[in-house]
């Protein structure tokens, strides 16, 4: 009897969001406790504060400041905005409210999700490995994620004036915001939506203006697109911590640092959008969750930019179309999930001997591989499943492999 209560006190305490919400608070104060300890962990968090610092003396925000911090800055001239609140702040108290920030938002944007709450409670443990990865390097991919699938629900719901801002306020701080837009087939009022865009678009471009000067940001915005040309080649060495892609797998495993990506990215937009073809789908809660989970992976798997600490934007994916597969699971289907937790989200942990990480996982990218796959899966699913006449997410009460 004592078992049986301990077992159901355990499961209501697993899939209490108040409890889930603790654990992530946890992690985000354990992982800047660490990185602050560090001395040098923590220098994303110093380059983002030293872009509105950089802003405001208008220096270019694109070049090294080596007395400052290691690296360069890869964000857009609005981020030095969004960044602003926090320089308030002593150093330790802004790192930590940046991480809340960042959790807080991935956490709504999981729960509006329009799945019944035993499967939001299993995407949070899903992705939560992956949530400490991006949370010791204090970068903005969880808020990147969070922007993704809230332009996802705004749109369901109908909120386009939301769901463009949130589109262009992602794309303004890091170019991965626009794949919101590949809910464009899914939108309502769709004039309305291209208005909507094009009214955000302008907003963000001048907003930075008003705060330093229209000729200032106007250079910032070509020394951007220098700057990620240049990230671009840089990131396809072989040597370099990035290019965790497809394309990254082919070039390093074939020690071709000249291997383009166009043919990669062709082929992948090709059959991302193949299934937008199916129109009598899109009434499918399922068939368009399906393109969100698309849309999560394809953005990391096919970008040389992608490094170990931006996949928790394309396991978020991951997690949404498992929890969505029909019940009993399909062995195929739960084979890659599980290839997906081993060689994904623990690829970089001691669960992995460190002769494998180094030589293996590391060296060839391989932690793109599992992602890479299921894409590939779940584009043949969109491709040829009918997701009419079947019970949608919302309504499965039920967790049952």
């Given amino acids: 009897m004592n078992q049986i209560k301990a077992q159901l006190f355990l499961e209501k305490l697993f899939n209490n969001r108040k409890f889930i919400f603790s654990v992530w608070v946890i992690l985000a104060?354990?992982?800047?406790?660490?990185?602050?300890?560090?001395?040098?962990?923590?220098?994303?968090?110093?380059?983002?504060?030293?872009?509105?610092?950089?802003?405001?003396?208008?220096?270019?925000?694109?070049?090294?400041?080596?007395?400052?911090?290691?690296?360069?800055?890869?964000?857009?001239?609005?981020?030095?905005?969004?960044?602003?609140?926090?320089?308030?702040?002593?150093?330790?108290?802004?790192?930590?409210?940046?991480?809340?920030?960042?959790?807080?938002?991935?956490?709504?944007?999981?729960?509006?999700?329009?799945?019944?709450?035993?499967?939001?409670?299993?995407?949070?443990?899903?992705?939560?490995?992956?949530?400490?990865?991006?949370?010791?390097?204090?970068?903005?991919?969880?808020?990147?994620?969070?922007?993704?699938?809230?332009?996802?629900?705004?749109?369901?719901?109908?909120?386009?004036?939301?769901?463009?801002?949130?589109?262009?306020?992602?794309?303004?701080?890091?170019?991965?915001?626009?794949?919101?837009?590949?809910?464009?087939?899914?939108?309502?009022?769709?004039?309305?939506?291209?208005?909507?865009?094009?009214f955000w678009a302008i907003v963000f471009l001048i907003l930075p203006m008003l705060f330093f000067s229209p000729e200032y940001i106007i250079q910032c915005y070509k020394d951007w697109s220098v700057s990620l040309a240049a990230k671009q080649l840089e990131n396809a060495t072989l040597v370099s911590w990035q290019d965790v892609s497809i394309m990254g797998i082919f070039r390093r495993t074939l020690q071709d640092p000249t291997i383009p990506n166009w043919p990669f990215l062709l082929g992948g937009v090709i059959l991302f959008c193949l299934p937008y073809l199916r129109i009598k789908q899109y009434q499918s809660e399922t068939f368009r969750l399906m393109y969100l989970a698309s849309t999560l992976i394809f953005t990391v798997v096919f970008?040389?930019?992608?490094?170990?600490?931006?996949?928790?934007?394309?396991?978020?994916?991951?997690?949404?179309?498992?929890?969505?597969?029909?019940?009993?699971?399909?062995?195929?289907?739960?084979?890659?999930?599980?290839?997906?937790?081993?060689?994904?989200?623990?690829?970089?942990?001691?669960?992995?001997?460190?002769?494998?990480r180094d030589n293996y996982i590391m060296r060839y990218s391989l932690k793109a591989l599992p992602c890479a796959l299921i894409w590939f899966y779940l584009s043949y699913q969109l491709l040829c499943k009918n997701f009419l006449n079947r019970e949608e997410p919302a309504q499965t009460e039920t967790l049952s492999l």
């Fill in 29 to 198: 104060i354990v992982a800047t406790l660490k990185q602050l300890r560090s001395g040098t962990e923590h220098n994303n968090y110093l380059i983002f504060t030293h872009t509105f610092y950089h802003a405001l003396d208008h220096l270019n925000l694109y070049l090294r400041y080596p007395a400052e911090y290691g690296d360069m800055n890869h964000y857009g001239p609005l981020f030095a905005l969004i960044i602003a609140p926090f320089t308030l702040f002593p150093k330790f108290v802004g790192m930590f409210l940046w991480q809340i920030v960042n959790i807080s938002a991935l956490f709504y944007a999981v729960s509006t999700l329009p799945l019944k709450n035993p499967k939001i409670t299993a995407v949070y443990w899903i992705i939560s490995n992956e949530l400490l990865s991006s949370l010791f390097s204090f970068q903005i991919n969880p808020s990147i994620t969070a922007i993704i699938i809230l332009s996802y629900t705004m749109i369901n719901k109908r909120n386009n004036f939301f769901a463009a801002f949130l589109i262009f306020l992602g794309t303004y701080i890091k170019l991965y915001g626009i794949v919101g837009l590949a809910f464009f087939f899914f939108v309502k009022e769709k004039p309305k939506f291209i208005a909507y865009c094009v």
């Fill in 303 to 356: 970008s040389n930019s992608s490094e170990s600490q931006t996949y928790i934007i394309a396991f978020t994916g991951v997690a949404i179309w498992f929890m969505i597969q029909d019940r009993p699971v399909k062995p195929e289907v739960f084979a890659l999930f599980i290839f997906s937790i081993l060689f994904t989200t623990l690829a970089l942990t001691d669960f992995i001997p460190r002769y494998i």
